[in-house]
């Protein structure tokens, strides 16, 4: 399960913009100036709150997203998926 | 018995039923395994459940139409989807999930109707577009 403690983890390594929402704070992936992905990490003191949805919002595999926030996933490399998969110009 | 005739097999040593159960054994854990695994399945599609958002009140916004929700289990919470926009979040029970939803719709189409259309990617333009033709700000 993807906890929020993975959740703050992967917007760390993608370098999101947090934007303070109503239930949640919106974490925007931005490059080279465009967002190209956001989503939202849930508030509350709940350390292991459910955050498995965020693999599909930022257009990667459950394992992926898991390899993202443990950290052998740089930046760069999910640069490469996101190119790869359209989601930037290349 | 004579010592010249071959000593006889007993069908119930040991040995013999071993080999005529282990085989049969791991058969069975292989059924086992199978019927967990659609057990598991079915259980996912039985509780998956699509409910619509129907209303937007309090917030100052109007729906064009119902935004269908589809709402899956995952562990012992909730997780809350708008499949057209991609936009998903999750909760401890059905209710919060679909709360949660729409709070982060609003959130999102806030943000993203804050940013200069260039300055959005393919997907985010396309997920603002999903948004604009189920609400409105009123």
């Known amino acids: ?90 | 018995m004579s010592i010249l005739e071959p000593p006889r097999m007993n069908p119930f040593s040991e040995g013999n039923v071993a080999r005529r159960v282990l085989p049969v054994r791991n058969d069975s854990e292989v059924v086992l395994n199978e019927i967990r695994e659609i057990k598991a399945e079915l259980n996912r599609r039985v509780q998956t459940v699509l409910i619509p958002i129907t209303t937007l009140a309090p917030e100052p916004y109007a729906l064009a139409r119902d935004i269908p929700v589809v709402i899956q289990p995952t562990g012992d919470e909730f997780i809350a989807t708008f499949f057209d926009a991609n936009i998903s979040t999750a909760g401890e029970t059905q209710e919060e999930a679909v709360g949660n939803l729409r709070s982060l719709l609003l959130d999102t189409f806030e943000y993203l109707e804050s940013e200069p259309a260039e300055a959005l990617g393919p997907e985010p333009a396309r997920q603002l577009g999903v948004l604009r033709a189920f609400l409105k700000r009123v």
């Open chain 1, 1 to 90: 399960m993807l906890t929020k403690d993975h959740a703050e983890a992967i917007a760390r390594k993608l370098k999101a913009v947090i934007i303070s929402g109503r239930k949640h704070d919106l974490a925007a992936v931005k490059y080279n100036g465009k967002t190209i992905a956001q989503f939202g990490i849930r508030r509350g003191s709940r350390r292991d709150q459910a955050h498995d949805y965020i693999p599909g919002q930022i257009h990667v595999t459950r394992q992926q997203a898991t390899l993202l926030a443990q950290c052998p996933m740089s930046f760069e490399e999910w640069i490469t998926v996101m190119r790869q998969k359209g989601h930037i110009a290349t």
